[in-house]
């Protein structure tokens, strides 16, 4: 079964940092692409980082650039995205979801997709 977890979520102040946690299985991240995704409400979700399984190579949107970083530890089966500098328009839900094939910024080729986690950016 391939499963994703999601956590580390929460409410921060403009300014402050979080670091989101995507928890799987080796066999995912040996074989899978891992992305982080984000929906707000009343938006479409979007791509805001993927890491590769091939080379580990990263990509981050342009609205991100700078202030995330995705990485991997595959000794604890888990890839963070790491925010800081938390502006009132990252609150969304977060997502981590899986595909082989490499990364991509299509939401719908990704079949595996965790719960999500909730940032909340608030003054």
């Known amino acids: 079964q391939l499963q994703l977890v999601e956590s580390g979520g929460g409410l921060v102040q403009p300014g402050g940092s979080l670091r989101l946690s995507c928890v799987t299985s080796?066999?995912?991240?040996?074989?899978?692409?891992i992305g982080w995704f984000r929906q707000a409400p009343g938006k479409e979700r979007e791509g805001v980082s993927c890491?590769?399984?091939?080379?580990?190579?990263?990509s981050y949107a342009d609205s991100v650039k700078g202030r995330f970083t995705i990485s991997r530890d595959n000794g604890k089966n888990t890839v963070y995205l790491q925010i800081n500098s938390l502006k009132l328009e990252d609150t969304a839900v977060y997502y981590c979801?899986?595909?082989?094939?490499?990364?991509?910024?299509?939401?719908?080729?990704?079949?595996?997709w965790g719960q999500g986690t909730q940032v909340t950016v608030s003054s």
């Open positions: 080796r066999i995912i991240l040996d074989n899978y692409a």
């Open positions: 979801a899986a595909r082989r094939n490499g990364c991509s910024w299509n939401r719908q080729v990704y079949p595996y």
């Open positions: 890491v590769s399984n091939s080379d580990g190579s990263t």
